[in-house]
């Protein structure tokens, strides 16, 4: 197993991560050290998801790496969000590597938040919550820092924040830094895994979807964080 588990690490510092975990997914070695993909891959499809929801984390996967190997920011974010991500946490891992993770596990809550509604649709209320909850137990053998499961349960807490933004459509002062302050610098991998979620699900139903909408909610509140946040502001 711990032969398996350091596969898995390995595979998130390579370019093709999504790759090679679906290949062990194959090979049956991922449900070995990650057994509550077996209920993931029983459960997920509702009026939001077209697939099931291990399904899901792989193509929320497949996004982040498009997202974090091509040109996705504007000039004025770039170095910011490049010197965020590629940030050493501790002597194995950069936060880049730490977001993969924490893209394949962040509705691992799902099965355990999901309830039937009147309409007879599945649903995930609180499912990010409970996933991070989960986090400490679901990777207790796999040698990771504290300081590093922490950067993944925030960003797996709060992988909702930017569909909350979109969905509200309230980006006002006191909402955003309020976000900030609950965060901090961690805000970038947020909305990276934010967009991740939201256009791998959407792209299953709208093929010719613009996610321009989107992209300008990242680039404003990520704008505001870098160029006008301040820890004493209102």
Known sequence: MEKI???FLEALKAQNTSEIIEQMDKDGELEKIFPHIIEMKKIG?????????FTHS????????????ERFFPNHLVEFVRDDIETQVDDEFKKVEL???????????????????????????????????MLHDVIADFGI????????HKYIEYH???????KNDNMGKKVLYKAFRK?????????????????????????NE??????????YALTSYYYRFDEESE
């Open 183 to 207: 965060v901090g610098a961690d805000i970038a991998g947020i909305m990276i895994i934010g967009y991740s979620d939201v256009v791998c699900t959407r792209r299953l139903i709208y093929e």
């Open 5 to 7: 588990r350091r596969k």
């Open 45 to 53: 499809k509702c009026r939001y998801h077209v697939v099931d929801s």
């Open 99 to 133: 977001l993969k993770l924490a893209t394949f596990l962040h509705d691992m809550g799902k099965p355990k938040s999901m309830t039937i509604g009147e309409d007879g649709n599945a649903h995930f209320k609180g499912h990010e919550k409970l996933g991070a909850d």
């Open 145 to 152: 820092s504290e300081e590093a499961e922490n950067i993944v």
């Open 58 to 69: 792989m193509n929320a996967l497949k996004e982040l790496e498009k997202v974090i190997n």
């Open 210 to 219: 613009n996610y321009g909408v989107l992209r300008t909610y990242i680039d």
């Open 160 to 166: 909702m924040m930017l569909l909350e933004f979109y």
